[in-house]
C-alpha cells in the first residue's frame, strides 16, 4: 500500500445528499454510456486470460477498494452513511465489484473478533463516529466486529455488487511497510498455518455467499523475509485450503516486492490440484516507481513503467492467467502532476491489455489513520462525507475501460482497431465523411485496421487518415493511403506517439485542439533532456476490439462521396 497526503473536516452530511449523488450517477451513466455487467451467473472461472461466468461469457471486473482492514475492524464510511446507501452507490458509479479488505485477526483471534462495534471505537476514543454510527447504522452499533463485516458483505450482495475478499493484513491497522511486522510469512504478525486457517474460516464463512466470487489471499508480500521458495511453499497451500472449503471462488494470488514482481512465475508455473480458477494481481501507483515521473521525461518514464510491468506483471495474460490489477489510482483532486502523467501512461496500457482492475479508493475519509480522526483520503472517490463525488471527471474517464473491448461472448463483429486517448479517455470517432474527425465516447469509437504498411484505414473502405499539409490543421481520410502522410508510425518511448510526414518531410503527430477535434502538430517531449513537458494531449494508443462500434451512413450516400471527392481531388465542392 502507499501514504496520501492527509487532512481533516469537520462537517457531518445529511443523508438526503446521497439521493442527489445518486440521481447524478444515473445521469452521467447514461450520458458516458457505462454498462455495469450484473453479474447473475456466478460461480466464475477462468479460461485462458480471462475470466467468464458460468455461460462461458467474459465478465470483467472492474472494482472499487473498500477499506476493512483498519484498526476499528469495521468497513469506512458507516458513520457517515448507511450501508446500504454505500452499496447501491458503488453500483450507481459504474463499478461491478468491491475488493473489501479484511485483517487476519479479524477470523482468527476470538477476543478481537468478539468486541462489540461500539466497543471498538470507544477503545480507540472514537465517540463522534459511535454517533455518526448510531444515526446511519443503528443496527450495526451493538453487533460484534466479525459479524457487522458480514453485515457488510450481505449489504453489497443484496445490492447485486461482486466481492473480492482480500487479506490485507494480519494485526489491524494502516498498511504497508518493510518493517511492519506483516510483511511476509514468518514476520512477527505472518504466522503462516495461522493465515492458512484463517483463509479457510473465509472461505468456509462466505461459501452460500454466491456474490463472494473471489479471494485475494493475501496483499502486498514484502520485507527483509520474502523469497520466492517459502512464496510457492505457502501460497501454494493456502491456494488448496481456500479451494477445498469453497470451490466456488477464484483464487487470487499476488507477486512480491510490495505487489509488482510475478516474474519468477517464467521459470515455475503454480503447481495446484485443481483448474480454471487461478488470477494473479499486481499493484502500480505513481510512487511504486520512486522519482521516475518527477526526474525523467515522461515519454521515457512511461516507456521504462509499461515495459516494468509487462516484464514483471502482465507477461501472465500471455500465459494464459487473467490479471487483477487490483491497486491503481491518482489524488482525485487532479493537482499532482506526477499522478497525472502516470495516469495517462497507465490508461493506455489498462485499455490496451483490457485487464481486470481494481481502484483505490471508494474511501473518503477514515475514522482513524496516521494518529488522525477523520482523516481526508484523497485518493478517494467520494468525498470526506462520503456523500458527494470528489471527482466526476474522472468516473467518466475510466468508463472507458469498465466495459469489454474484447474476450469470449465479446465477439459482436470482426476484429478491428480503436484509436483511444487515455489522457480524455475518449476515442477518435468521424461524425461524417466531410466533419474533421474528433474524440467522442468509445462506444461511437470509429474501426480501423492497421495495415503493415502503416496506414489507418476505416474498417470496409478506402478512405485513410492523413496529415494535412500545414501543422495545426485537422487531420483528414484520403483515398491516397500510399503518400507518407497517410503512413503513421508508433514512435517514441512510450509507444503511444502516432507520428506522420507532410509533403514538406516535416514530422508530425496526431494532437487534439480545445475543441477535441483531431489535428497534426510538432511532436512533443521526443527530446529525452526535457523532463517538465507534458505529451498527454500526443498520446494515442491503437487498442484490438470485437465490440460493436456505431454504424453510420456516410459512406452509403453517394452525395457526401461526391463531395469528398470533389474537394479532395478538384479543390471545390459539387
Known sequence: ?????????????????????????????????????????????????????????????????????????????????????????????????????????????DSLSSVSVRQSFKNLGLFSSILGLQANNPSIVDLSVLDAYKAVVASLAKNNVMIILDNHISKPGWCCSRFDGNGFFGDEYFDPYLWIQGLTKVATTFKATTNVVGMSLRNEL????????DWYRYMQKGAEAVHAANSDVLIILSGLSFDKDLSFLKQRPVNLTFSGKLVFEIHRYSFTDGDTWSADNANQACGEVLNDMVSRGAFVLEQGYPLFVSEFGVDQRGTNVNDNMYFNCFLGLAAELDFDWALWTLVGSYYLRDGIVGLNEYYGILDWNWSDIRNSSFLQRISVIRTPFQGPGYAETRPHKVIFHPMTGLCVQRTSLLQPLE????????????????????????????????????????????????????????????????????????????????????????????????????????????????????????????????????????
Not at 458516458?32 to 465478465?59: A, D, M
Not at 468491491?98 to 485483517?103: A, E, H
Not at 517538465?532 to 484490438?544: E, L, V
Open 222 to 229: 514484502r520485507g527483509p523475509l520474502q523469497n520466492v521458495d
Open 439 to 574: 474524440l467522442g465516447p468509445c462506444s461511437d469509437a470509429e474501426a480501423w485496421s492497421y495495415a503493415p504498411a502503416k496506414a489507418l484505414i476505416v474498417l470496409g473502405t478506402y478512405f485513410c487518415l492523413q496529415a494535412d499539409n500545414k501543422l495545426g490543421q485537422p487531420a483528414k481520410l484520403s483515398m491516397i493511403c500510399s503518400d507518407d502522410s497517410a503512413k503513421w508510425d508508433i514512435i517514441s518511448d512510450s509507444k503511444m506517439h502516432l507520428s506522420s510526414k507532410l509533403q514538406d518531410a516535416t514530422s508530425v503527430c496526431l494532437d487534439v485542439d480545445p475543441n477535441n477535434v483531431i489535428v497534426t502538430q510538432t511532436c512533443k517531449c521526443l527530446n529525452t533532456n526535457d523532463t517538465t513537458c507534458d505529451p498527454g494531449s500526443q498520446w494515442f494508443k491503437i487498442i484490438d476490439s470485437t465490440r460493436t462500434t456505431k454504424i453510420t451512413k456516410s459512406f452509403l450516400q453517394i452525395k457526401p462521396i461526391i463531395q469528398f471527392l470533389a474537394r479532395n481531388f478538384f479543390g471545390s465542392y459539387i
Open 1 to 109: 500500500m502507499w501514504k496520501s497526503p492527509s487532512s481533516s473536516s469537520s462537517s457531518y452530511p445529511l443523508n438526503i445528499s446521497f439521493f442527489i449523488i445518486h440521481l447524478f450517477l444515473l445521469l452521467l451513466i447514461i450520458n458516458q454510456h457505462v454498462v455495469v455487467v450484473i453479474v447473475s451467473s456466478q460461480p466464475l472461472y477462468t479460461n485462458s486470460r480471462w475470466i467468464v461466468n458460468s455461460k462461458g461469457q467474459r465478465v470483467k471486473l472492474t472494482c472499487v477498494n473498500w477499506v476493512s482492514h483498519m484498526d476499528v475492524m469495521l468497513a469506512e464510511g458507516l458513520n457517515h452513511q448507511p450501508i446500504d446507501a454505500i452499496s447501491k452507490s458503488i453500483i450507481n458509479m459504474g463499478f461491478n465489484c468491491v475488493r473489501l479488505t479484511w485483517p487476519l485477526y479479524l477470523f482468527t483471534n
